[in-house]
Nanobody, 122 residues
């Protein structure tokens, strides 16, 4: 089970940190990813981290502005986003996938959180 939190209304240029809490059978998780879905758009990959925390991957749209991290051996994954833009407005989802090689592939994710809305005002 995954639960995302930390969304809200923020101004352009500011920062935010989203949190994802994993619980239950985490032994099956090989990576956690963040996806986002803007109104009328498809859900898209934002960032991913291996469960070991050693590997990370980012979409071009957030490269250099986003940092995904995990709290050591704990069950929390974070997405720090800086220099937010209105186009970052979306519902953000965290999800878990059983194989790192599929970290960017939405259809391979087995467990999804409920999503948290981020609205960036200009």
């Amino acid at each position: 089970q995954l639960q995302a939190s930390g969304g809200g209304l923020v101004q352009a240029g500011s920062s935010m940190r989203l949190s994802c809490a994993a619980s239950g059978r985490t032994v099956s998780i090989d990576a956690v990813g963040w996806f986002r879905q803007a109104p009328g758009n498809q859900r898209k990959f934002v960032a991913g981290i291996s469960w070991s925390g050693e590997l990370t991957m980012y979409a071009d749209s957030v490269e250099g502005r986003g940092t995904i991290s995990r709290d050591g051996g704990g069950n929390m994954v974070y997405l720090q986003m800086n220099s937010l833009k209105p186009e970052d407005t979306a519902v953000y989802y965290c999800a878990a996938v059983p194989e790192w090689r599929y970290v960017k592939v939405l259809s391979k994710y087995k467990w999804w959180g409920q999503g948290t809305l981020v609205t960036v005002s200009s």
